[in-house]
Nanobody, 125 residues
Framework: QVQLVESGGGLVQVGGSLRLSCAAS????????MGWFRQAPGKEREFVAA?????????RYADSVKGRFTISRDNTKNTVYLQMNSLKPEDTAVYYC?????????????????WGQGTQVTVSS
């Protein structure tokens, strides 16, 4: 069983930056496909970004974060990152990392096998 642990959330002002990390538990490897999702109060969980190969050269982003967020991975550290720049109040949410062992026809869907506990990101105006 893969356990994922997020960190790096917090309170930031509009226009600021945060970097989220998602680490696999010891003795496990970070899954092949990793994604970040978020859920704001009263809203459904939505896709943010995914990294879909080992080298990290193939990625997917939601239109709302494209150009501002960057997903990356360091397989030697069993960790995936989400660099978030130019943050907006609408980015406020609980951010979850998720993983699955293989690609599917749509990696933006939330049918991932493993999920972290979530980390709160709050952007103040």
């Amino acid at each position: 069983q893969v356990q994922l642990v997020e960190s790096g959330g917090g309170l930031v002002q509009v226009g600021g930056s945060l970097r989220l990390s998602c680490a696999a538990s010891r003795r496990t490897f970070i899954p092949y496909v990793m994604g970040w999702f978020r859920q704001a109060p009263g809203k459904e969980r939505e896709f943010v970004a995914a990294i879909i190969n080992w080298s990290g050269t193939s990625t997917r982003y939601a239109d709302s974060v494209k150009g501002r967020f960057t997903i990356s991975r360091d397989n030697t550290k069993n960790t995936v990152y989400l660099q978030m720049n130019s943050l907006k109040p609408e980015d406020t949410a609980v951010y979850y990392c998720a993983g699955k062992p293989r690609r599917s026809y749509d990696d933006t869907r939330n049918d991932y096998d493993y999920w972290g506990q979530g980390t709160q990101v709050t952007v103040s105006s």
